[in-house]
């Protein structure tokens, strides 16, 4: 009797130790498991679905929570450079449960069809952008629109192009401006401008330890202090696509889309938030004055001790920040039509 049950706990305890070992042989042999396995956990603790839809061929991943027709309009979410998706929990994490929210990821990026430069400009991404949502349905009432960085950039150039579709907008630290001040990232970009198309570095495109520790202290005010395995996951999710990163700044930092907001801030009615860290090293500040100074209907906020990644800094004060947003154009709203 005793022997079984000593077989028993030998065998239930091999069950348990062998998925135990293999986690930790991933952590120290892959540790790109171990961010991805992280991003799952957090979707799962935050209720995301990672979910596809297509536009014909064209195939467009997004996570969601929620459903359409709450108090306030569904929030859809751009993100930047190099990015995906999940980039944007800590700021989910901090918006309430109830809040219908779409966090996609951009043309190329992660589970998003990758094709050619033309998807790749900001004008392009635009278009695909729309076509998503089309392609889920956010199209049957107007949206409030959020984007950060390459995709502020994209989010406004959006509302220049669809302004029917949106209730308003949000854009953090947006890239596409003509800025009264230059940062020190922005001044070494012209400097590099006629050595692009040699493989010159990139301090947004790591490929190394230190690289990627430059890259976090040009973005980010406090840098994470991250253990070492993690920065080695995050290498590993990155150099792979370091090919299509090069790709698609040479066409976002280029003539066609460097200053595509900028262009087109003149056909923007949407009323329009702005958040932008104080301390933004890669694109300064003074570009909210030229959004506030442009547009009529346009609210900033400026956040200290922060920088160019607010969805990592800043997160919970982002996310308050836009539901007060939204609340408030809400009020706005109900207070026209009681008007008209």
């Known amino acids: 009797m005793e022997q079984s049950v000593a ?20 952590i ?22 990672v ?73 392009g991404q635009v278009v695909r952008i729309h076509q998503f949502v089309q392609s889920i349905g956010l199209d049957k009432r107007p ?28 854009l953090m630290c ?38 990627l520790e430059d890259m976090l202290r040009l973005c980010c005010y406090t840098p994470p202090n991250l253990p070492r395995q993690v920065m080695r996951g995050l290498l590993d999710n990155r150099v792979p696509n370091n090919g299509f990163y090069r790709e698609v700044f040479m066409e976002i930092v280029g003539e066609k889309s460097r200053h595509s907001l900028q262009e087109k801030l003149h056909l923007i009615t949407t009323p329009m938030q702005v958040i932008w860290g104080k301390a933004d090293k890669v694109v300064d ?12 209907n346009c609210q900033v906020e400026l956040l200290d001790n922060c920088g160019h990644s607010v969805a990592l800094e800043r997160p919970r004060k982002a996310a308050k920040l836009i539901m007060d947003f939204l609340s408030a154009q809400e009020i706005n709203s109900k207070d026209n039509k009681k008007l008209s």
């Open 285 to 296: 500040v003074s570009g909210a004055a030229v959004l506030q100074a442009t547009l009529t």
């Open 174 to 211: 947006p890239a596409g401006l003509v800025y009264p001040t230059e940062t020190e990232f922005m001044t070494r970009l012209r400097e590099m401008e006629n050595n692009l198309q040699e493989q010159s570095s990139i301090p947004l495109i790591p490929s190394t330890h230190q690289e």
């Open 28 to 49: 120290l042999f892959c540790p790109r498991v171990l961010i991805q396995a992280y991003n799952w956990y957090y979707r799962l603790r935050l209720g995301l679905v």
């Open 143 to 170: 949206f409030h629109l959020v984007g950060t960085s390459m995709g502020g950039n994209v989010a406004g150039v959006y509302a220049a192009c669809y302004p029917a579709y949106l209730t308003s907008v949000t």
């Open 51 to 123: 979910r596809y839809s297509h536009s014909g061929s064209y195939r467009f991943c997004y996570s969601s929570r929620g459903t359409p027709g709450g108090a306030t309009p569904s929030v859809l979410l751009l993100h930047g450079f190099s990015a995906t998706k999940d980039m944007w929990l800590p700021i989910v994490k901090h918006i309430p449960r109830n809040q219908h929210v779409v966090c996609v990821d951009m043309p190329g990026h992660e589970g998003t069809s990758r094709t050619g430069i033309e998807d790749y400009s900001i004008q």
């Open 7 to 26: 077989k028993t706990i030998m065998l239930t305890g091999s069950i348990l130790v062998v998925p135990v070992v293999v986690f930790i042989a991933s």
